[in-house]
């Protein structure tokens, strides 16, 4: 059974980047069957779709947010990463990642359990 | 970009009710939607997949139907464990998802 973990610093200075990991279990970040991506909730509000990545490191961003993002694979760790650049308090969220089915229609499934991020001096 | 709008944002109903919740796309997006369920300080959950797909371990009240631009989530007889918010999510472009704003669903 696939399993995701979140991690990384939950408190992040203004102008500062981000970075946040997720952690892969019970599956190979390496499968065909599976993107891998990172969605984002600030407290009170809906989800954004920030990105998403194959293993192959293929990237596919969120317009509104591609020019600050950056997401890689870590195939040896069965990792994969976040990075959002120069943030404002209004990228304080709960960060999640998840697996996106490939085989046609792209669902999320499953999630890991989300980390709070506060963009604060 | 595809915009996704939800309605009703909010509704009150009792366990029992019948409830529906509709998604609409601003252009066809054929089957390709989803829908989930997020409980306070919970990951969401999926719950339907193209549209109409019950994922497996989902109970059977919970459906889904529509295509093109028009969407919805059916409850058939809500239940306490039901009261949560629902999100749809757009896959038709390829790798650019975008969420609905959700409908929260509260006890009368």
């Known amino acids: 059974q696939l399993q995701l973990q979140e991690s990384g610093p939950g408190l992040v200075k203004p102008s500062e980047t981000l970075s946040l990991t997720c952690t892969v279990s019970g599956g190979s970040i390496s499968s065909s069957s599976y993107y891998w991506g990172w969605i984002r909730q600030p407290p009170g509000k809906g989800l954004e779709w920030i990105g998403s990545?194959?293993?192959?490191?293929?990237?596919y961003y969120n317009p509104s947010l591609k020019s600050r993002v950056t997401i890689s694979v870590d195939t040896s760790k069965n990792q994969f990463s976040l990075k959002l650049s120069s943030v404002t308090a209004a990228d304080t969220a709960v960060y999640y990642c998840?697996?996106?089915?490939?085989?046609?229609?792209?669902?999320?499934?499953?999630w890991g359990q989300g980390t709070l991020v506060t963009v604060s001096s | 970009d595809i915009q996704m709008t939800q309605s009703p944002s909010s509704l009150s109903a009792s366990v029992g009710d019948r409830v529906t919740i509709t998604c609409r796309a601003s252009?066809?997006?054929?089957?390709?939607l989803n829908w989930y369920q997020q409980k306070p300080g919970k990951a969401p959950k999926l719950l339907i997949y193209a549209a109409s797909s019950l994922q497996s371990g989902v109970p059977s009240r919970f459906s889904g139907s529509g295509s093109g631009t028009d969407f919805t989530l059916t409850i058939s007889s809500l239940q306490p464990e039901d009261f949560a918010t629902y999100y749809c999510?757009?896959?038709?472009?390829?790798?650019?998802?975008?969420f609905g704003p959700g409908t929260k669903v509260d006890i009368k």
């Open positions: 252009q066809s997006i054929s089957s390709y």
């Open positions: 990545i194959y293993y192959s490191g293929s990237t």
């Open positions: 999510q757009q896959s038709y472009s390829t790798l650019l998802f975008t």
């Open positions: 998840a697996s996106i089915a490939v085989a046609g229609y792209n669902w999320f499934d499953p």
